[in-house]
């Protein structure tokens, strides 16, 4: 290399900009944690490939303390605030969870779960709902950065629908609203033909065996890759989207995360597009993205990470 080069070289480098300062963010002590019936994921960093997942078995309340209390050390010797993501109905200023049976029978009724993990790690715990975290991580780091008003749909054991609008968090149970009058029995909920008993994952199975008697998994990711079955299952769920477009507030994206989207979106989603352009001519605003999250199944937990540092740092808050 000649001198001329090398100076050429040393000129470029430094005048290299420095990595967006997100990147470099440190924000020792925050914890986000995830749990859910299947598993329990922690991280104290932003970056994916940082998150710890571990298992949990879903049954009495103290086990699932053990699991939560190791992944919060694992991640972060010296936790000072922990935000945690849970399914069931969370009340964040009592600091408990009720409901959340998918955590097992001991979680049917109120768990003060933030005092028993405060009481244990000695330091700041909030409670917050799972939904409300993927979509804190959605908004933050996903599918739905910079959109003010979006939707993320979930599809996983459940459906659920949360809603953005205008930049705040609108929980909304539209997962339970009615696709089919007279459709298939809800689990757990006196009603029939809503969208969870097509799309949800404990439902999925059993519509496949209406249309195939010798099927006999029992869960959605045991269906096989059937063309014709999964892009009815996309037409649905683009009902829904379109449903959703039609409540009056202009939708810039619509996020999909959850186990079945993950797996089958490549069937899901054309489905979706077809009944959003059937429709375009009656919505006011034609979302210009429907995608599933980048965030893969860590979206929840870097949600509730994210929350943790605000209110660890909340200069840092970005
Ligand atoms: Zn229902």
């Known amino acids: 290399m000649t001198d001329a080069?090398?100076?050429?070289?040393?000129?470029?480098?430094?005048?290299?900009?420095?990595?967006?300062?997100?990147?470099?963010?440190?924000?020792?002590g925050a914890v986000g944690v995830h749990i859910s019936g299947v598993?329990?994921?922690?991280?104290?960093?932003?970056?994916?490939?940082?998150?710890?997942?571990?298992?949990?078995?879903?049954?009495?309340?103290?086990p699932v303390v053990d699991s939560i209390i190791d992944a919060v050390l694992t991640v972060e010797p010296h936790p000072k605030f922990v935000v945690v993501g849970t399914p069931g109905h969370v009340n964040s200023e009592l600091g408990?969870?009720?409901?959340?049976?998918?955590?097992?029978?001991?979680?049917?009724?109120?768990?003060?779960?933030?005092?028993?993990?405060r009481s244990r790690l000695g330091c700041e715990v909030e409670l917050c709902n799972d939904a409300e975290a993927?979509?804190?991580?959605?908004?933050?780091?996903?599918?739905?950065?910079?959109?003010?008003?979006?939707?993320?749909?979930?599809?996983s054991h459940g459906v659920g629908v949360a809603l953005l609008h205008d930049g705040i968090q609108q929980p909304t149970e539209l997962g339970h609203s009615v696709s089919q009058f007279g459709g298939?029995?809800?689990?757990?909920?006196?009603?029939r033909g809503c969208y969870e008993s097509y799309l949800g994952g404990w439902a999925l199975p059993l519509r496949y065996?209406?249309?195939?008697?010798d099927f006999h998994g029992v869960m959605a990711r045991e269906i096989p890759d059937d063309h014709e079955f999964w892009t009815e299952c996309g037409r649905r769920l683009g009902d829904l989207v379109v449903g959703l477009c039609l409540l009056g507030q202009p939708l810039e994206a619509i996020s999909f995360i959850g186990s079945?989207?993950?797996?089958?979106?490549?069937?899901?989603?054309?489905?979706?597009?077809?009944?959003?352009?059937?429709?375009?001519?009656l919505l006011v605003t034609?979302?210009?993205?429907?995608?599933?999250?980048?965030?893969?199944?860590?979206?929840?937990?870097?949600?509730a990470f994210l929350m943790a540092r605000d209110l660890l740092h909340p200069f840092l808050a970005a």
């Not at 090398?6 to 005048?15: C, K």
């Not at 029978?105 to 768990?111: C, L, M, S």
Request: net charge positive; proline share 9%; aromatic share 2%.
């Open 5 to 28: 080069q090398s100076a050429e070289t040393v000129a470029v480098a430094s005048e290299t900009p420095p990595p967006p300062a997100k990147t470099r963010v440190q924000a020792p």
């Open 209 to 213: 065996r209406e249309r195939h008697p």
């Open 184 to 191: 298939p029995e809800c689990r757990g909920r006196p009603h």
């Open 286 to 303: 034609r979302p210009r993205s429907l995608r599933v999250t980048p965030l893969g199944d860590d979206v929840s937990v870097l949600g």
């Open 39 to 62: 598993g329990c994921r922690a991280t104290a960093s932003i970056s994916p490939d940082r998150v710890w997942v571990g298992s949990l078995m879903p049954g009495d309340v103290e």
């Open 260 to 281: 079945v989207a993950q797996a089958r979106h490549r069937y899901l989603l054309p489905g979706v597009r077809a009944r959003v352009d059937e429709e375009a001519a």
């Open 134 to 155: 993927a979509l804190e991580g959605e908004r933050r780091r996903g599918a739905l950065v910079a959109c003010n008003d979006g939707a993320l749909i979930t599809l």
């Open 96 to 117: 408990t969870v009720t409901a959340a049976a998918n955590l097992g029978h001991g979680w049917r009724g109120t768990v003060g779960l933030a005092e028993l993990l």
